[in-house]
């Protein structure tokens, strides 16, 4: 049969077979038009054919989906791109797609740590990156220097006991996030921060009202943690952006509302670039939050006698908590300088020490000073239970401390028989159990075939053949597809359905072509649910 192709305002007839495949005829387009198909690691270009609306996959047959005579199919060249890099997160089981160019991979560790940041809406600070090998990344390095090339799967790291809680954040829920908030309280700070930048990031509202009753601050910095407070000329730069950046940046315009009436001075915050979130908002397009910042920002504040601007507002306030804040240092010695770390705090130094930063859950986790707790050996003659204030040489003791042991049992002559007795009624029964559930229509038995007496004999003898083909090979299409046969037709009929052109009797005939022939071919059958270019890589 004769078909047209419309191809770049060129209509084209080529003479095709009806039990043809899609594929066939993109050879043919590509011969005929000399078109320059590729596919390497940046991308792909490939031709796609379009027919009443639908795109023709390269395993389909042209009858199947209905391609008659003189049909007219469009066909276009399309470029897509790949990812430069994968990044899994060990935290949410996910794998973060990194586009962009082949430069990306000369660019350093920091630079694609802020776009991780700002896809998965961690702070820099919580994670880490390491490559297929485990190795960690240091910020100061170039991706090169660690031999990450185009299409590298790389691993995200959190701290260790934070995976919990980090998942609870990312999905808003306070009592989650609550359950597993640290003991410690330089960390449990931190990760109230942490927790805040996560709920701006991610718009939930009653997760950001509760860390703002518990102390956290919109315009604080998230900072690092703790046990990295010490190597502070190595930090990321973007440590300190603040949750209201993270607002600003995503358009969460409830949650920048709540920051600013908290505190006005979110106004004028400034990340490591020297941004404040207006200018933010700006760069991200996000209108509605531009709109409620600009009327912010050039609004006044009035008082009793007095009216000002508010960036002036927000200088005066700034200037006055300054100045709170240097009262406490007035009668230190000069030159003396205030540490956050004590004596007795962990340390963690790059290449030294254990690292943290594995995504163990809480169970897992290695305990802050490195020690693990070991169990005493109990005390022969005194019972496990103690009272408060009671020694434990005590001589007295409560009876009701005391626990009851009783006698063992001795073995007599009856008990081996009791136990054998128990073992046969628990395998009759595990037997009957797994009888009833292995049982299968083939197990089942049918009524012998009469020929004498009954004229259906025959019809009923193939009509139970049928039924057994029917059930073997309905068995042989979900081993080899992974589909139910319901499932199966649902796929095909929502296949059918993209054929938006033809009228829905047409649909129909083209659903019944492809679940028959799935059917009568399982890998047929598997190759209509895999997203793939089974021909080749340049079609």
Request: positive net charge.
């Amino acid at each position: 049969m004769r078909i047209f192709v419309a191809f770049e305002g060129v209509f084209e007839s080529f003479d095709v077979s009806a039990e043809d495949t899609v594929q066939t005829l993109k050879l043919m387009i590509k011969d005929y038009f000399h078109v320059p198909l590729c596919e390497d690691k940046q991308g792909r270009k490939y031709l796609e054919l379009i027919y009443a609306g639908a795109v023709l996959k390269n395993s389909w047959v042209l009858a199947d989906v209905g391609v008659t005579t003189c049909s007219t199919l469009k066909c276009i060249v399309k470029e897509e791109d790949k990812p430069v890099l994968y990044v899994y997160n060990a935290a949410t089981q996910e794998t973060i797609p990194i586009m962009g160019n082949i430069h990306l991979v000369g660019k350093k560790v920091a630079y694609l740590k802020t776009l991780i940041s700002q896809l998965s809406g961690f702070p820099v600070s919580v994670f880490c990156l390491r490559t297929p090998r485990g190795r960690e990344m240091y910020d100061c390095n170039t991706l090169r220097d660690y031999q990450a090339d185009v299409g590298t799967t790389l691993r995200l790291d959190v701290w260790d006991g934070w995976k919990e809680f980090l998942a609870g954040c990312l999905l808003g829920r306070k009592l989650e996030a609550q359950r597993y908030l640290s003991e410690e309280e330089p960390v449990l700070n931190y990760q109230k921060r942490v927790a805040l930048y996560i709920a701006a990031f991610y718009g939930h509202v009653e997760l950001t009202e509760w860390l703002l009753k518990q102390g956290a601050r919109p315009d604080e910095a998230v900072g690092v943690h703790p046990y990295r407070e010490w190597c502070h000329e190595t930090h990321h730069p973007d440590v300190i952006k603040c949750p209201v950046h993270a607002a600003a940046e995503k358009g969460q315009l409830l949650i920048l509302k709540t920051f600013v009436n908290r505190s006005v001075l979110c106004l004028e915050c400034r990340n490591a670039e020297g941004q404040i979130p207006l200018a933010l908002a700006i760069k991200n397009k996000r209108k509605d939050c531009v709109l409620y910042l600009v009327a912010k920002m050039w609004s006044v504040v009035s008082f009793s006698k007095i009216s000002v601007p508010m960036r002036i507002y927000i200088r005066l306030k700034r200037w006055l908590l300054g100045a709170q804040s240097r009262i406490l240092t007035w009668k230190r010695p000069s030159g003396s300088r205030v540490f956050r770390a004590r004596v007795g705090d962990v340390v963690l130094v790059d290449g030294f020490t254990e690292p943290r930063m594995t995504s163990r859950g809480k169970q897992k986790a290695v305990s802050p000073v490195g020690l693990q707790a070991s169990e005493l050996p109990r005390i022969l003659g005194q019972t496990q239970s103690r009272r408060v204030g009671k020694p434990w040489g005590a001589s007295r003791r409560d009876p009701r401390e005391e626990t009851l042991r009783l006698p063992p049992v001795e073995k007599g002559p009856k008990m081996p028989e009791l136990q054998r007795g128990q073992a046969r009624s628990k395998k009759k029964k595990a037997d009957f159990t797994n009888g009833i559930e292995n049982m299968s229509f083939e197990s089942v038995p049918l009524p012998p075939v009469s020929t004498t007496g009954y004229s259906q004999a025959p019809l009923y003898s193939a009509s139970r053949n049928a039924a057994l083909f029917l059930s073997s090979s309905l068995k042989s299409f979900s081993e080899h597809s992974g589909k139910t046969p319901r499932e199966n037709a649902i796929y095909c009929l929502a296949v059918a359905s993209a054929f938006k052109k033809k009228g829905w009797l047409q649909q129909l005939a083209i659903a019944r072509i492809l679940a028959k022939r799935s059917v009568s071919n399982p890998t047929a059958g598997r190759s209509l649910t895999i997203n793939q270019n089974p021909l080749g890589p340049e079609l």
